[in-house]
């Protein structure tokens, strides 16, 4: 009998892991995951650079790489993703990752000590909460409104914790698809200049918007240096790729580079440069606006849905972008019990709220839904589905 | 000014590491990666299958995978490498990974509380010893001679220390090219059973074998399940590709599944179906057999090289495999020293020993040389620059 570390026995894989193994039948109409649309693939265009890639750049496509991560991807990213944004970087600011859980992990590695304070939105992604408990932070929660994570409250709670790190999803947040606003956005960056905090800033929704304007992110603001920017392929070009990008200051840099070369030496080149090449021929822009109609359908489409077919009383965000939609009943109501009848006996899935609190006895009322990754048409049946799920629970 | 985590500021990047931005110097010979030959890959082969998945399934390859790995990947793994070794496994018994390092990693993470005391051979893998300082783990190392680590040193180790966890690379060892001998496979097995430890088996050199005869894994002899067993793709099909595998009881996978998760999510989909199809395909054997004389060669001239150029007192490993061959100078040499002369003044480059000592104040007198990565010509060349390196020290 082996005996575990304590860092995974913190990680509770969570009772949402185990009913996600259900949904291997067939038959059920999924909302419970962050997936793009398989309609947003392009695999002619990936097709077609992998085999130049692989016919110029044989070597280099199949030898080892730098931790850093391929060169042609930190430049591009430099000029295609960060430059829109008004946002300058050297290559020294960059470097690129496994999808960005890994940029949260890095991060986390390099700024937090076992029991130290972090702040986060409330409810927030998961995945992060289970990164946060393997290394044993005491995790704190921020209040959010429709504008995002409430900033006088991060005030109060950085004036009372002197906590060292604040992660937020500013924009389409997961899990409640809600914007930080720019106001917010400045005093994010001031706040955490004034507490010598770090922030992660995670964005990988942020050019997946289909109504009102942009937002510059955090990271325009930090005088400081203070923040962690992390970007990802995985929503606008494809998850199965694996592809993120940390840009942080140069101080920060070598020793996010330090735990990544403890992590996996460096990432697969041959997603990194498919990515390169895909932002150097110019596609992300036309990419984003011709896709952008297809997921607004399908917003509108559960937005519709919700007020169709669900209970009057839930109370549910309208997102100007992202893939999700967050749902909240009243107290006292049970999604995870919801959930099991849901997938059961009326094959649809979501994800319940709890897991996305930093004490999961929060948020038992609430529920995420997403809508990127299903057609209008099953969004409309599986809507019609998870009503008949409420009204067997209410 | 941010304020780093310990877990960080405890991986020392080591000298090396700056030394080896030098060597960008494209006039510089390198034997200081660990990398295959250039001329091993097969970017013909990696092409077709690339664009027959990106063909058949798109999806697939281009959206969301599961934490566990590629499912073909994991099945192929276990009948077409597992299954020759007479390894019998379950899909349950199999994770993948972003390259062996993420195995190692996590392994790590899984198993190694702050503190702990873990034992590794004397010397052993730098990036290895990486990680066990990033988790503060206790490193005491054990000693080897020709036939590897020396079990009559494991098991008093075993029983003074306590250690919870055993690190080998029993096939051409990084960084002495050095194999465990059978008898002392059983006996790792039967110590760590006895001792209730759990062994890492890193074994990505095992299927490069230029002659003798093949050893059965440590895995094999494991009756108690506490072997965790690492094969890689890096050096037998590609190292930028990233993948490899964790082969674990059914009781350990899941622990590591959790760590995974906290890490990268998943590996990336299209490098792991490569792998899986390169596998299906049937052409691993006929790969390995065409390399080997290839490396056999390089070996072989780089021994030879030695014979002919360096000081007559070097003492130096006979490798029947893998990529390194390890070099002993009398006591009082310093081979870092001797790296500072080769790389600026002759241009050529190798690793010195000392970073691969749980304590570097050891093995300043030794160093490793890797012979894939270089053509017989480079060998020769590059072996006579190291000489007058040496000419210039002694």
Same mark, same amino acid.
């Given at each position: 009998?082996?005996?575990?570390?304590?860092?995974v026995?913190?990680?509770?894989?969570?009772?949402v892991?185990?009913?996600?193994?259900?949904?291997?039948?067939?038959?059920?109409?999924?909302f419970?995951?962050?997936?793009?649309?398989?309609e947003?693939?392009?695999?002619?265009?990936?097709?077609?650079i992998?085999?130049?890639?692989?016919?110029?750049?044989?070597?280099?496509?199949? !030898?080892?790489?730098?931790?850093?991560?391929?060169?042609?991807?930190?430049?591009?990213?430099?000029?295609?993703?960060?430059?829109?944004?008004?946002?300058?970087?050297?290559?020294?600011?960059?470097?690129t990752?496994?999808g960005?859980? !890994?940029?949260?992990?890095?991060?986390?590695?390099?700024?937090?000590?076992?029991?130290?304070?972090?702040?986060?939105?409330?409810?927030?992604?998961?995945a992060?909460?289970?990164?946060? &408990?393997?290394?044993?932070?005491?995790?704190?929660?921020?209040?959010m409104?429709?504008?995002?994570?409430?900033?006088?409250?991060?005030a109060?709670?950085?004036e009372?914790?002197?906590?060292?790190?604040i992660?937020?999803?500013?924009?389409?947040?997961n899990?409640t698809?809600r914007?930080?606003?720019?106001e917010?956005?400045?005093?994010?960056?001031?706040? &955490?200049?004034?507490?010598? &905090?770090?922030?992660?800033?995670?964005?990988?929704?942020?050019?997946?918007?289909?109504?009102?304007?942009?937002?510059?992110?955090?990271?325009?603001f930090d005088?400081a240096?203070n923040?962690?920017?992390?970007? /990802?392929?995985?929503k606008?070009?494809?998850?199965?790729?694996?592809?993120?990008?940390?840009?942080a200051?140069?101080e920060?840099?070598?020793k996010?580079?330090?735990?990544k070369?403890?992590?996996?030496?460096?990432?697969a080149?041959?997603p990194?440069?498919?990515?390169a090449?895909y932002?150097?021929?110019?596609?992300?822009?036309?990419?984003?606006k /011709?896709t952008?109609?297809?997921?607004?359908?399908r917003?509108?489409?559960?937005?519709?849905?919700?007020?169709?077919?669900?209970?009057a009383?839930?109370?549910y965000t309208?997102?100007?972008g992202?893939?999700?939609i967050?749902?909240?009943?009243?107290?006292?109501?049970d999604?995870?019990e919801?959930l099991?009848? &849901?997938?059961?006996?009326?094959?649809?899935?979501?994800?319940?709220?709890?897991?996305?609190?930093a004490?999961?006895?929060?948020?038992?009322?609430?529920l995420?839904?997403?809508?990127?990754?299903?057609?209008?048409?099953k969004?409309?049946?599986?809507? !019609?589905?998870?009503?008949?799920?409420?009204?067997?629970?209410?």
């Open positions: 009998m082996v005996q575990f570390a304590d860092r026995n913190r990680v509770n894989p969570s009772a892991r185990e009913i996600f193994k259900l949904m291997a039948d067939p038959e059920i109409i999924s419970g995951g962050g997936s793009p649309a398989n947003s693939f392009e695999p002619d265009i990936i097709k077609e992998t085999a130049e890639l692989l016919t110029k750049q044989p070597d280099l496509m199949l !030898q080892y790489g730098t931790t850093e991560g391929w060169t042609p991807l930190r430049d591009a990213y430099i000029e295609h993703i960060a430059k829109p944004k008004g946002l300058a970087f050297d290559r020294g600011n960059i470097i990752t496994t960005s859980t !890994q940029g949260i992990s890095l991060s986390i590695d390099a700024f937090v000590n076992e029991g130290d304070t972090v702040l986060v939105e409330s409810p927030t992604f998961l992060t909460l289970m990164v946060f &408990a393997k290394v044993n932070a005491n995790v704190v929660a921020v209040d409104d429709e504008d995002g994570m409430r900033t006088d409250d991060l109060a709670k950085l009372a914790t002197g906590a060292r790190l992660y937020t999803i500013p924009t389409f947040q899990p698809g914007t930080l606003s720019l917010r956005r400045k005093d994010v960056a001031k706040l &955490a200049a004034l507490h010598g &905090a770090v922030v992660i800033e995670d964005d990988p929704y942020c050019d997946l918007r289909y109504s009102g304007e942009a937002l510059p992110p955090i990271k325009s005088d240096d923040v962690i920017m992390l970007n /990802s392929f995985s606008i070009v494809s998850p199965g790729l694996r592809v993120g990008t940390v840009a200051s140069a920060i840099i070598p996010l580079t330090v735990a070369q403890c992590s996996d030496t460096h990432t080149i041959l990194q440069a498919i990515c090449e932002l150097n021929r110019g596609l992300l822009p036309g990419h984003l /011709s952008a109609p297809m997921y607004k359908e917003l509108d489409t559960m937005l519709a849905c919700i007020e169709k077919y669900l209970p009383e839930a109370e309208r997102p100007d992202g893939v999700f967050w749902l909240t009943m009243p107290d006292g109501f999604a995870q919801l099991v009848t &849901a997938t059961q006996k009326y094959k649809v899935a979501f994800v319940p709220g709890a897991p996305f609190h004490d999961p006895a929060d948020g038992k009322n609430t995420r839904l997403n809508f990127s990754g299903a057609t209008p048409d969004i409309e049946e599986g809507m !019609q589905r998870l009503s008949k799920a409420f009204a067997a629970q209410l």
